[in-house]
């Protein structure tokens, strides 16, 4: 199989399960958690693909797939030409250097005890890149980089505040100079105006170095503000896939328009005016999850054969040639327009990311 040379991740069909056993001394598996189950996906250099969903429905495991930290179940990934997907152990390493993470939790991802110098130095020393003064000085210059004071590399994390610790894994990931940058929830722990300082941040480096990155977040307007391609996630699946404004103005996926519905809005009548689509019930259990399409149980349209048959994720007629949805029924355009009107006109500015 020939790939874009303009791709830098494949994902074909990938699945994640995590077994659950039971037994204290012979182990049997009962159960499995089906955490991803038949994702496709494409990410070309130099974009950033957002993933957005409620919680649990796959994307964080999505990501440490991608990234090497979870082996899949089943499938392919593809980075930069190389099948990572049976690379165990030492095989990883050069890929590491091509991939980061920033994590979500600014407190919680930085070692207390350890000075930031050592924090951010650490990639040099694990692949033997860098020591001593050459060491600490790309150290200052990444401390630099990302908006921190050089003079500061003795400190420890708690002499920083958590704009400036999600800053410190942003440098600590930028070290080998990786091609892809996987961003979980990075600024879902900070305040609205750091918030916006960390995105924009992150935005200039992405110009700045070329990067690549996949984006999660619950929050719909930061992922509409930094992503060129957003994928709706829903217990495992893919539910739509398009580009970011084509989803946003017109999303067919009877869940998208759901997210939509909830998304915060700055204007308080334009709130008001706006019509919430309520879902009933609750999210199914990933251990077992419904037959068919997987959002029939809470769909407002669906048919009984949503039950038995389950959708494919492709273009349907009448959307742009890279707008995917998986529906039987999607949403016609007109009706989600006339009933999002209001949230989309909010969601295109920029009212919950002020400027920094």
């Known amino acids: 199989m020939t790939q874009d040379a303009d791709v830098l991740v494949q994902i074909d069909d990938v699945y994640k399960h995590f077994p659950i056993k039971q037994g204290i001394i012979f182990k049997r598996e009962v159960a499995r958690v089906h955490a991803v189950d038949g994702v496709s996906l494409q990410i070309r250099r130099g974009e950033t693909v957002g993933i957005v969903g409620e919680s649990g429905c796959g994307k964080s495991t999505l990501a440490r797939c991608i990234t090497g930290l979870h082996p899949i179940t089943k499938g392919r990934i593809v980075f930069d030409g190389q099948d990572i997907s049976r690379m165990r152990g ?86 080998l100079k990786p091609k892809l940058i996987v961003c979980d929830e990075p600024v879902s722990a900070l305040d609205v105006s750091i ?16 990067l690549t990155y996949v984006f999660i977040a619950h929050d719909l307007s930061v992922v509409r503000y930094v992503s060129d391609r957003v994928a709706v996630m829903y217990l495992g699946k893919i539910a739509e896939y398009a580009e970011g404004e084509d989803l946003y103005e017109k999303p067919r996926h009877p869940y998208t328009n759901a997210l939509l519905s909830a998304a915060s809005i700055a204007d308080p009548d334009a709130a008001e005016r706006r019509e919430r689509i309520v879902l009933t019930g609750d999210v199914p259990s990933p251990i077992r999850p419904p037959s068919g399409c997987r959002f029939h149980p809470r769909c407002p349209k669906a048919q009984e054969n949503c039950i038995e048959l389950e959708p494919e994720l492709i273009v349907r007629d009448g959307d742009a040639a890279r707008h995917e949805t998986a529906c039987h029924y999607p949403v016609d355009p007109a009706e989600s327009l006339a009933t999002e009107h209001a949230a989309i006109e909010q969601l295109s500015t920029e009212p919950t990311l002020p400027s920094a």
Request: cysteine-free; aromatic content about 6%; hydrophobic content about 35%.
């Open 195 to 210: 918030q916006a300082q960390v995105i924009n941040l992150l935005k200039d480096l992405q110009e700045e170095l070329g």
């Open 90 to 175: 030492n095989q990883l390493k050069p890929f590491r250097r091509d991939v980061q993470m920033i994590f979500q939790d600014p407190y919680g991802s930085l070692n207390p005890r350890r000075r930031v110098g050592a924090i951010i130095g650490d990639p040099f020393d694990i692949h033997g890149i860098a020591s001593g003064a050459d060491r600490k000085k790309r150290v200052q210059e990444l401390m630099e980089l990302v908006g921190l004071n050089p003079e500061h590399y003795n400190r420890f994390p708690a002499e920083f505040s958590g704009g400036q610790r999600q800053r410190i894994g942003i440098a600590r990931a930028l070290a």
